[in-house]
């Protein structure tokens, strides 16, 4: 049970560090995943990663990339959980990203429909059909989930006995760790992007006027009106927060477990 509780713990400040150095680009992310598809001749709201990190900082400050504080918390939870429990925990945080970005694009102020991720979950059980409403995605979620992180934590693995020339990697120092977690990270990635855009635009689909009918008619619509770069819309974010996101975690993890003896 000792060595229970150090994993939790070292497990726990790895996620943080991840959320913190990556939580702005995954709201990036989000926001060019879900950005509404353009009418034909008119430019999306977005014209890239850089144009929707001024526009949110023109409109919502520095606060906009850590779209509410309360994010970490859900965060971390998802970082340590199954799909289950990554499921609506990320159905809230892409409802509290993707708000501004649903918005139209000539709107001179940005819609705000959600106070917070408590409001979303209140408005989501009263009016998506109960608890069955925070679940909304659970099948893409899973199938992000259960290959991304089976090679990614292969893959940090596999490089930190590379470094080390054995399966003993006790001495590895902090440079060798970053490397390994930032190339774990960008694996997952690499892996399971597009089944992460389908499970965005699922989850800030209307209620009650839904573009998609479910995971397959979404990679589908997306596939026919954008093509394969459709699927990966805000891949440059997603690499970005990834490599240095993982890094921290990984090292996070290692150092406190370390330190724990």
């Known amino acids: 049970m000792g060595d229970v509780a150090k994993d939790l713990t070292a497990g726990t400040i790895g996620g943080a560090a991840q959320l913190i150095c990556g939580h702005p680009f995954d709201t990036i992310k989000v926001?060019?995943?879900?950005?509404p598809t353009p009418a034909p001749g008119q430019?999306?709201?977005y014209a890239g990663a850089m144009d929707a990190v001024k526009q949110t900082l023109a409109a919502e400050?520095?606060?906009?990339?850590?779209?509410?504080?309360?994010?970490?918390?859900c965060g971390a939870g998802a970082g340590v959980a199954v799909s289950f429990l990554a499921c609506p925990t990320e159905l809230v945080k892409c409802r509290l990203?993707?708000?501004?970005a649903l918005a139209g694009s000539g709107a001179a102020t940005v819609a705000v429909k959600y106070g917070g991720p408590m409001d979303v979950a209140r408005e989501v059980l009263r009016s998506e059909g109960g608890a069955r409403g925070l679940f909304k995605g659970l099948f893409p979620t899973m199938a992000r989930e259960v290959p991304g992180n089976a090679i990614m934590f292969g893959v940090y693995e596999a490089v930190k006995q590379l470094i080390a020339g054995g399966k003993d990697t006790s001495g590895l120092g902090r440079g060798s760790l970053i490397v390994a977690g930032g190339l774990a990270g960008a694996s997952f990635w690499f892996l399971v992007y597009p089944t992460d855009v389908v499970?965005?635009?699922?989850q800030v689909d209307d209620y009650k006027n839904p573009?998609?009918?479910g995971s397959f008619d979404?990679?589908?619509k997306i596939k026919a009106t954008e093509g394969f770069r459709g699927l990966y819309k805000g891949f440059g974010p997603a690499m970005a927060r990834s490599v240095p996101a993982n890094a921290a975690c990984f090292l996070a993890y290692e150092m406190t477990r370390s330190a724990l003896g």
């Open 31 to 35: 926001k060019l995943q879900s950005q």
């Open 43 to 45: 430019p999306p709201k």
């Open 61 to 73: 400050g520095p606060r906009g990339l850590y779209k509410v504080n309360q994010q970490f918390v």
């Open 97 to 100: 990203q993707a708000q501004s």
């Open 199 to 202: 499970k965005s635009v699922i």
């Open 211 to 213: 573009k998609y009918s």
């Open 218 to 220: 979404a990679f589908r």
